[in-house]
């Protein structure tokens, strides 16, 4: 009994030497660039139960490590790190311009901030249309290099039905897009809404469908009429979300600087979507804070004593000053004795 005790120690002492020479936490298979616990971050199960009970799942569209963390803090389900950063963020009239490289800078940043919501980047133009081996390799290098937990693909033409598949079957979750699907302007004529005659409804329903087939856990309807949304959410076992299709989505989702209202330029206005609600005009508390940092920098109001906060002694101060004369800066001497009694 003394030996297998013994044994038991050394395997212990053994096993506990190993944990502290590891990098990686405790209680963990692999490491990760984030927690997988359930009881902390929105998983697939997650939106499946919420979906199964008739809860309405929140999605918010952003771009960096700011929006990411009061996505966090406000616990939304779903940040969706979207190609509308190519539009919102720099500047371009459609989301066509925005390479993989410069999606995945923005799905880092938010990976680093939102801790909680399931992270899902959007594939941008250009990078899953080629075939199924280029849309499988995107996906892959959104999850490694991006830190997403799911990826995006607009469209429900047979090639993009097939790379959607593909993607699953490699073993990555995927939403699928149908109604407007902003990177295939050039085919819709711009940016019109879908689903507003029978062919077109129908198409929509059945794109959902196919979506579903191959594998996709949710669909986003962007931009259709309510009651072909309400047919799609209907038809499909997996929750759809809408934007800009009405109340009957199994969720919905707004892009953060739009419900925000943070864009007052008229560049942006005149992309900024009819059916966006602003829940407040954090754009014109932006545009009054610079006005006013810049009257008071012109007037020398700011910094004053309170925004002044790092301090030198008296018997410092005057070792310096006699240090700026034995050198031959009287001025600056003159100048720091005179910046000593403001501060005062």
């Known amino acids: 009994m003394a030996s297998s005790l013994t044994r038991n120690c050394s395997r212990f002492s053994k096993a506990l030497s190993l944990r502290f020479m590891s990098n990686l936490p405790e209680n ?12 902390q971050r929105v998983t697939l199960t997650h939106l499946r139960q919420k979906h199964k009970k008739g809860e309405p799942i929140t999605v918010v569209t952003a771009y960096d490590y700011p929006s990411a963390v009061h996505l966090d803090t406000a616990g939304i389900d779903v940040c969706l790190v979207g190609d509308s950063a190519s539009m919102v963020v720099h500047g371009h009239d459609t989301t066509l311009p925005i390479t993989l490289d410069e999606m995945l800078v923005h799905c880092r940043a938010v990976a680093r901030g ?3 919501p399931l992270l ?3 594939l941008p133009f250009g ?18 290099e991006g830190g997403m937990d799911a990826i995006k693909l607009e469209g429900g033409s047979a090639s993009r039905i097939t790379a959607a ?17 902003p990177q295939a302007i050039s085919v819709l004529g711009g940016f019109r809404p879908q689903g507003r005659n029978i062919a077109s409804a129908v198409n929509v329903v059945e794109t959902a469908l196919a979506l579903q ?3 996709c856990f949710s669909v986003v309807l962007e931009c259709v009429p309510p009651p072909v949304a309400a047919a799609a959410t209907s038809a499909l076992n997996i929750p759809t979300i809408g934007i800009g299709a009405g109340p009957f989505c199994s969720g919905q989702v707004l892009v953060y600087h739009d419900l925000l209202g943070m864009m007052q330029h008229p560049h942006h206005a005149k992309v900024t979507p009819k059916f966006c609600k602003q829940y407040a005009k954090v754009g014109e508390v932006i545009n009054k804070a610079l006005i ?26 005057d070792g310096f000053l006699t240090e700026l004369q034995k050198l031959g800066f009287d001025k600056a001497a003159s100048a720091a004795a005179s910046a000593a009694e403001k501060m005062e």
């Open 165 to 181: 598949k593909a993607i699953v079957e490699a073993g990555i979750a995927v939403i699928g897009h149908v109604g407007l699907t």
């Open 114 to 116: 939102a801790k909680r």
């Open 120 to 122: 899902v980047g959007d």
């Open 28 to 39: 963990t298979v692999y490491g990760g660039p984030k927690p997988q616990n359930p009881n």
């Open 213 to 215: 087939e191959a594998g």
């Open 292 to 317: 006013d940092y810049k009257e008071e920098v012109s007037k020398n109001m700011f910094p004053g004593p309170s925004h002044s906060p790092y301090k030198i002694t008296t018997s410092e101060l």
């Open 127 to 144: 990078t899953y249309e080629s075939s199924t081996s280029q849309a499988v390799d995107t996906a892959v290098r959104v999850l490694k």
